[in-house]
């Protein structure tokens, strides 16, 4: 008997098994540091966990609607216009099990087998297999280091084909931190407006900007049209440290909102009742936490980045946003250790797990070679210690 040629196609989360390699070694004794898997390592604000017990004392314990209980997504498409300058009515929103399950509604809503879809490298590693999943076909532009990993319409062109029918975007980005700019996403706008193309813009980063002379810009807002095609996808688990409630969410057309909400009523069907009451008082409560993450987040980014780029051989951009840093390996590469040759980030990730301790993402999963991605959303006394162990590695064999 053979399993389904796509399910043979798909990989497991290299983010999510770098971690639970970590994890399964650290619960051994074995004294790891973790830069793998980006989540943030503050717990749910206390107020959040408060309105979940109370749904479960006040048994709001029952199926809700399969899009998420509307109170919900009234709390969500509030949100979208306060803060994104967004319009949607609540009957656009269709509230998931998290952005990964959203992203998997949106594309499942507008591919059709063979349909091609254009992810700009280096990308979320999940984008791939999701768009595969549902029997799409990801095309993928490169983008480069001189231009801040951005891409632009030019290059967008280069890639189109007569099957293209989508494009996603991701700022600030995962795993290069980049964060496009008005007039950057203007341009990304005209091309899928020429075009005819959907736009995936998956904004989960939004909250984690650092510098004050950029703000989070939902393409989405541009203009009408622009609008009309794009789906927006968010979610909980990166702006209130929710990452293990999975609570994510589609903002589209209404023609879209529906076609995905008829297909969760038959796949999921709602996201847990008490997620979503704890989402409600997460949307709607009090905010200032979310600030004191960000500053947080921008001092370990400030001090990571230095580190990092005062180790000879290693260099990366300033990240903008997100919590990751890019690290330029390539100058460790074709070299040899105890006879063993550094071909490229997975023999360096290797390497540093197994004899530094350091789980780090080689990025050849992010569709990028020769760079590795650290994570620093992670305690400062990781943050200093992992450095210290990268830092000994290069100086030790380099
Ligand atoms: N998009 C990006 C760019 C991510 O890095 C992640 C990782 N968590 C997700 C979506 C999915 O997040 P979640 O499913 O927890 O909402
Ligand atoms: N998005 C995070 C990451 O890139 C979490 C793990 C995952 O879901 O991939 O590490």
């Not at 994104?84 to 594309?107: C, E, M, P, R």
């Not at 029918?165 to 950057?184: D, F, H, Q, W």
Request: contains cysteine; proline residues 3%.
């Amino acid at each position: 008997m053979k399993l389904s040629d796509k399910i043979n196609a798909i990989r497991a989360s290299a983010t999510l098994s770098i971690s639970a390699r970590a994890a399964k070694m650290k619960a051994e004794g074995i004294d790891i540091i973790s830069f793998g898997a980006g989540e943030p390592d503050f717990d749910t604000p206390d107020f959040i966990k408060q309105a979940a017990i109370k749904a479960i004392n006040e048994n709001y314990t029952h199926y809700t609607a399969y899009e998420g209980c509307e109170e919900l997504r009234r709390a969500i498409a509030d949100k979208l216009k306060r803060e994104n300058n967004l319009d949607y009515d609540y009957t656009q929103i269709v509230v998931s099990n998290g952005s990964k399950h959203a992203l998997n509604n949106a594309f499942a809503a507008i591919l059709d087998p063979g349909d091609e879809v254009i992810v700009p490298a280096p990308f979320w590693l999940s984008y791939i297999e999701i768009i595969k999943m549902e029997y799409g076909v990801p095309v993928i532009v490169n983008t480069y280091k001189e231009k801040s990993f951005k891409v632009n319409s030019s290059m967008l062109e280069k890639v189109l084909t007569d099957k293209t029918k989508a494009l996603i975007i991701n700022s600030p980005n995962n795993p290069t931190g980049m964060v496009y700019t008005e007039s950057e996403l203007k341009d990304i706008a005209d091309f899928a407006l020429k075009h005819d193309l959907f736009v995936i813009s998956d904004e989960i980063y939004e909250k984690l900007i650092y510098s004050h002379k950029l703000r989070h810009i939902s393409i989405a807002s541009l203009n009408d049209e622009i609008y009309k095609r794009t789906i927006v996808i968010n979610g909980l688990s990166k702006s209130h440290a929710m990452t293990g409630w999975r609570v994510g969410y589609t903002a589209s057309s209404k023609e879209i909102a529906k076609a995905i909400g008829s297909m969760q009523s038959h796949s999921t069907s709602n996201v847990n009742s008490i997620a979503q009451k704890a989402a409600i008082a997460a949307l709607t409560g009090d905010q200032s936490y979310v600030e004191q993450m960000l500053t947080e987040f921008k001092h370990r980014r400030d001090y990571i980045a230095q580190r990092i780029s005062d180790i000879p051989l290693l260099s990366s951009l300033l990240p903008k946003g997100a919590f990751y840093l890019f690290v330029d390996i390539s100058k460790l590469c074709s070299k040899t250790i105890d006879g063993i040759e550094i071909k490229d980030s997975e023999d360096v990730a290797k390497i540093l797990l197994e004899r530094y301790r350091v789980a780090v993402v080689p990025c050849n999963v992010f569709g990028y070679e020769n760079y590795i991605r650290i994570s620093y959303a992670t305690s400062m006394s990781n943050i200093v210690e992992g450095v210290n162990r990268i830092e000994k590695f290069v100086k030790q064999n380099f």
